[in-house]
Nanobody, 124 residues
Framework: QVQLVESGGGLAQAGGSLRLSCAAS????????MGWFRQAPGKEREFVAAISWSGGTTYYADSVKGRFTISRDNAKNTVYLQMNRLEPEDTAAYYC?????????????????WGQGTQVTVSS
């Protein structure tokens, strides 16, 4: 099994920045893709970003492209989400996830393990 712990969430003003971290432990040797999803109150969980094992492939939701950057440090078993030029619409609980089988994916169903989430709140 893989355990994921997110950190770095908090309160930011519009136009500000936050960096989320997700540290994985357990059977991390079998992990492949890692991704970030978010869910705002009353809304469905949506894809944010994904990255392959090597970092050579990245995907971004159109709503965050150019503002958010996903990266990973396999030596630390950690994936990051650098969020710049934050907007109130970015307010949500952010979840990291790991896939054991696919290289990278936008689909939540392709992920096998999920963190508990970290709250990001952006004020206008």
């Amino acid at each position: 099994q893989v355990q994921l712990v997110e950190s770095g969430g908090g309160l930011a003003q519009a136009g500000g920045s936050l960096r989320l971290s997700c540290a994985a432990s357990g059977r991390t040797f079998s992990s492949r893709a890692m991704g970030w999803f978010r869910q705002a109150p009353g809304k469905e969980r949506e894809f944010v970003a994904a990255i392959s094992w090597s970092g050579g492939t990245t995907y971004y939701a159109d709503s965050v492209k150019g503002r958010f950057t996903i990266s990973r440090d396999n030596a630390k078993n950690t994936v990051y989400l650098q969020m710049n030029r934050l907007e109130p619409e970015d307010t949500a609980a952010y979840y990291c996830a790991v896939s054991l089988f696919v290289s990278a994916s936008r689909a939540s169903g392709q992920y096998d393990y999920w963190g508990q989430g970290t709250q990001v709140t952006v004020s206008s």
